[in-house]
């Protein structure tokens, strides 16, 4: 996104096609706040200031498979070297929908793992009511006893990811990392789960 104008315009695009904040978040890589200050705040946008945030749009890897396979295989290598410290394996890669998923399923691959898939309760249209609960699709693996990582595309605040390790964890899973590809928060570790990702963005100021 080239200025905020552009971003509240999208915003509000995403809005209007029905989407519900959380999933506005995660189209432009933002925190759910920032969201909600981008919707209420089109006719202030010059005077009122923005929240600290930074918005990624990482749209060149995701739309090329290949780009998207090394990135993958990045990530893994990354990953292969914080479970040798810890002297940990991986049976099941979770991966966060949506976004999550490309990545997931290749560093599956890349791991010899299965893959199961967590739906964040951001991504339910019953958000607004705030009844709605994140949950791991049954078309895919169980975690049940197994050893596993999950693998998202950016930690903004680290809320779906913390929701994911409790549900995890009350489902019989051992977390062994988080890997991300952009980490906005710069965080070593999500809910006691070491986190590790290509690139860190900090904020100085």
């Not at 090329?64 to 990135?71: E, M, N, P, T």
């Not at 699709?137 to 929701?163: H, P, Q, R, Y």
């Not at 964890?169 to 952009?182: K, S």
Request: net charge negative.
């Amino acid at each position: 996104m080239k200025n905020i104008e552009t971003l509240m315009k999208k915003a509000a695009e995403l809005k209007a096609d029905g989407l519900v904040e959380g999933q506005i978040s995660e189209e432009l890589n933002i925190s759910e706040e920032t969201v909600t200050w981008l919707l209420t705040h089109v006719e202030k946008a010059s005077t009122s200031p923005g929240p600290k945030d930074i918005s990624v749009n990482w749209s060149m890897i995701g739309k090329s498979a290949f780009r998207l396979s090394h990135i993958s295989e990045a990530l893994s290598d990354i990953i292969y070297d914080t479970l040798d410290e810890k002297d940990s394996g991986v049976d099941v890669v979770v991966g966060i929908a949506l976004s999550g998923l490309p990545l997931a399923s290749m560093v599956a691959n890349s791991l010899a793992a299965d893959l199961a898939v967590y739906t964040p309760s951001k991504q339910m249209l019953t958000q607004e009511s705030g009844k709605s609960r994140g949950n791991l699709s049954a078309n895919f693996s169980s975690v049940m006893d197994k050893e596993c990582i999950i693998v998202d595309d950016v930690v903004t605040s680290g809320k779906t990811l913390e929701e994911a390790v409790e549900y995890l964890d009350e489902h019989g899973a051992q977390i062994n990392a988080i890997a991300v590809l952009i980490d906005k928060k710069g965080t070593d570790e999500i809910a006691g789960v070491p986190v590790v990702s290509l690139l860190k963005v900090l904020r100085v100021n």
